[in-house]
């Protein structure tokens, strides 16, 4: 049977999976929401027609948007994660015994719902003793706190939808103030590769820029996101990501599939002309 | 009972456009086919139905078909006796109703912080406004509406005066008791007339002030593309029903706008009026509705930052606050140490978020049916970054937003007396042949006629030194002003 979930990357790309069958489907207040099954990539999940993970490859993004930070800084007790429906930065989260607490901030609760029934594999932690959900506006939730959190993590969709307040100056603003001396923020910084993305990935930094004296971005290969490159920002009060210190994190003894803290210190090393990107916002 | 989910004016456009018809008449672009440029950018459907008056369009100046029904729909919906659709904006609907009251040498009671529209009305006119000083917020520094009483001072010591012209509301959203001004102007036998630019949503919501119809006013110019939803410059001018008692006919009416309304009224903006109309007959209690929720949930966001002040019916007073229009989000912004106009521009600047005006005290922001939770999201954090980055110490910052004027000569003998330009700087104690204002709001600080005091200077200094627009005058500087010789 032929039957595709296709996403336009670009009005002039297109990419396709197979899908074997549709698992569910609906409009909720805020977007519409569908799980399919495939053969190569397993189950996945798209909003407004958009990927957001498979179960193939969704290791790759959670890992990186949360053990980097956490690497650079052991000491961080205190989370916040704006959007992560699907529960897999929380589930990598919640692998560190040494955090106290971790918020998480969705605005569709039924995105949540839908990914605890049909991808456990994401959202199999999002009942963790730790962690506290709360349905609300990212940009209403943060504005809310100040000199609380150590680390914060935007893990949004793209800023054309429902997410688009989380690419703002106010939001990155607020951020700031919501963070510890020694907060972090990560985000999802979009791809240097289509000029779309690439345009949403320039004004996010120059904003985040404003704000934090570290900035830096890192890299990594998502094969479902547009282009396969995709970029994380690491913005900072005062934690430098590549501080020799980082090694420590292996006395972890947390298992990854991704993540090392050899490429740690390479995902920061990005291509000429992303550094021109970069440097000319 | 008309039937509101008809709209005559729109219908026959789409008949005219589905029937194909071969145009050898104006507008020359025909259809958009002349000018590929202005159709990519504006789109082939927006060109296809820009088109002249023809027998099944009607025509503005003299309808007689479906404009004629369209007027006729949207007077009902808005508890008129007659209504005229409107191209040449709402200043154009404020200057007919003046002129269609006034004669030379009439007189007009009003209250002076009025839009320099109706100024612009007496010049034409030559009417002479009896100015009714509004009442001032001292905290706000903002201009108020009329107390009823003061307004029935005005009208025992004038009594030949014509007509009474009312806010309703002012800018800011602040409501005089028009029901009162209107009754007791009725039995001094003058026509009421009522600039409600910022009002079209009081025909429509549940729970705001009363409109000028329904409080039997006897004109009111209504901006559609306000609260209304029509295109820019698209209004309304409506008669009331006692209209007639009071000199107000249709016919009269009518020939005043003639006066200076275009004979090509565009069908873009005539097709937005009915479009629109429509919609708030058959929806306007949702629509306005989710406006005034939208609203009181920003007030109260804005509310918890601290520092804010988003003020609303807790002002009412029963007297120059008789009410208050709660669609309107004003904050009040000295407190935090900035004036209106810096938020205003650092919202923009900083924030990509352009609100309506901000003057030395207070911002408004526009909040309507098209907005979405996320944008109002996004204005409250921006101003809670706002404060947290900009905020300063407040000394030394004006408040007062309104000055008494000191009238001189009536705005017409002002405007075509002979008049020298002087250095503005130089110009206290003589009388100002020109406006001074800042746009927006448009509320003139100086109108022909009035006296040039060195208050007024500072106030115009300071106004330009925090970055508000000055306008009005023939120096596009604002560096120099023609007074009186």
Redesign the interface.
């Known amino acids: 049977m032929e039957l595709w979930f296709s996403e336009l990357h670009t009005p002039d790309v297109k990419m396709s999976i197979r899908v074997d069958k549709q698992i569910h489907s609906e409009q909720s207040e805020y977007q519409r929401i569908d799980v399919f099954e495939s053969e190569e990539f397993g189950r996945f999940l798209t909003l407004d027609g958009i990927m957001m993970l498979t179960e193939k490859d969704e290791f790759i993004y959670h890992e990186m948007i949360t053990h980097v930070a956490m690497a650079s800084n052991p000491g961080i007790k205190n989370v916040l994660v704006i959007g992560a429906g699907d529960g897999g930065t929380v589930r990598e989260l919640t692998r560190y015994e040494s955090l106290d607490n971790i918020d998480m901030v969705e605005i569709d609760e039924r995105v949540v719902e839908v990914c605890k029934q049909y991808l456990p594999k994401t959202a199999c932690c999002l009942d963790d003793s730790r962690v506290h959900i709360f349905y609300d506006d990212g940009l209403r939730f943060v504005r809310r706190h100040e000199n609380e959190y150590d680390l914060i993590i935007v893990d949004s969709t793209d800023p054309f939808g429902p997410g688009e307040g989380l690419f703002t100056s106010e939001f990155y603003g607020n951020c700031f103030n919501a963070l510890t001396a020694d907060g972090i923020l990560v985000n999802q910084h979009e791809s240097p590769y289509y000029s779309d993305d690439a345009k949403a990935m320039q004004r996010a930094h120059r904003r985040i820029r404003e704000f934090f004296d570290i900035c830096r971005v890192y890299q990594a290969h998502i094969p479902t996101y547009p282009s396969g490159h995709w970029l994380f920002g690491f913005a900072s009060k005062s934690v430098d990501p590549l501080s020799p210190d980082i090694e420590k994190w292996n006395a972890s003894g947390l298992k990854t599939r991704y993540y090392n803290t050899d490429l740690h210190k390479g995902c920061f090393a990005i291509p000429n002309y992303v550094k021109e990107l970069l440097e000319s916002v | 009972m008309l039937d509101q989910h008809k709209a005559p004016v729109y219908e026959a456009l789409m008949r005219y456009r589905d029937a194909r018809v071969v145009p050898f008449d104006v507008p020359g672009h025909k259809h958009g086919k002349g000018n590929p440029e202005l159709t990519r950018f504006l789109g082939k459907d927006c060109l296809a139905v820009d088109v002249n008056s023809m027998k099944p369009l009607d025509n503005l100046c003299h309808p007689t078909s479906v404009i004629k029904e369209s007027e006729e729909l949207a007077a009902e919906a808005f508890g008129a006796a007659y209504c005229f659709f409107m191209v040449g904006g709402t200043t154009s609907a404020v200057q007919s109703m003046v002129m269609s009251v006034c004669s030379a040498g009439e007189k007009i009671i009003m209250p002076r912080n009025v839009h320099r529209s109706a100024i612009n009305a007496l010049i034409l006119s030559g009417a002479v406004p009896v100015y009714v000083n509004p009442g001032v917020n001292e905290r706000l520094g903002i201009p108020l509406g009329m107390s009823a009483e003061d307004v029935e001072k005005a009208i025992l010591e004038n009594p030949e005066a014509k007509a009474v012209f009312v806010n309703n509301p002012t800018y800011y959203g602040i409501c005089s008791d028009l029901k009162r001004i209107t009754d007791t102007a009725h039995a001094h036998g003058m026509a009421v007339i009522v600039d409600e630019a910022h009002g079209t949503h009081f025909y429509f919501g549940e729970g705001l002030p009363v409109s000028a119809m329904a409080a039997g006013a006897d004109m009111a110019a209504i901006s559609m593309h306000k609260s209304g939803g029509s295109l820019t410059q698209s209004s309304f001018l409506l008669i009331g029903k006692s209209g007639e008692k009071f000199g107000v006919t249709e016919g009269r009416t009518r020939a005043v706008i003639n006066l200076t309304q275009t004979t090509s009224g565009s069908y873009l903006l005539l097709s937005s009026l009915d479009i629109s109309r429509r919609s708030l007959a058959l929806d306007g209690k949702k629509i306005i509705g989710k406006v005034i929720d939208t609203a009181a949930y920003a007030r109260e966001?804005i509310g918890?930052?601290g520092g804010y002040y988003a003020f609303a019916d807790e002002l009412i007073n029963g007297r120059d606050i008789y009410d208050f229009d709660r669609t309107k989000l004003s904050v009040h912004t000295r407190d935090i140490g900035l004036a209106g106009i810096e938020v205003y521009d650092c919202l923009r600047d900083?924030?990509?978020i352009q609100i309506e005006f901000g003057d030395i005290g207070n911002i408004l922001a526009y909040v309507s049916a098209g907005d979405m939770?996320?944008d109002i999201?996004?204005l409250?954090?921006?101003l809670?970054?706002i404060k947290?980055?900009f905020s300063r110490d407040k000394t030394g910052m004006l408040s007062a937003e309104y000055i008494t004027p000191q009238v001189e000569l009536s705005p017409q003998a002002a405007f075509y007396g002979k008049q020298t330009s002087v250095p503005i700087t130089e110009s206290a104690g003589k009388i100002s042949g020109e406006f001074v204002m800042c746009y927006p709001p448009g509320i003139p600080v100086l109108a022909p006629g009035e006296m040039i005091t060195s208050e007024i200077l500072d106030h115009i200094r300071y106004s330009k030194e925090r970055g508000c627009v000055m306008t009005g005058t023939e120096d596009m500087n604002i560096e120099k002003i023609k007074v009186l010789n």
């Open positions: 966001e918890r930052i900083y924030y990509d939770w996320k999201e996004r409250v954090s921006a809670a970054e947290r980055r």
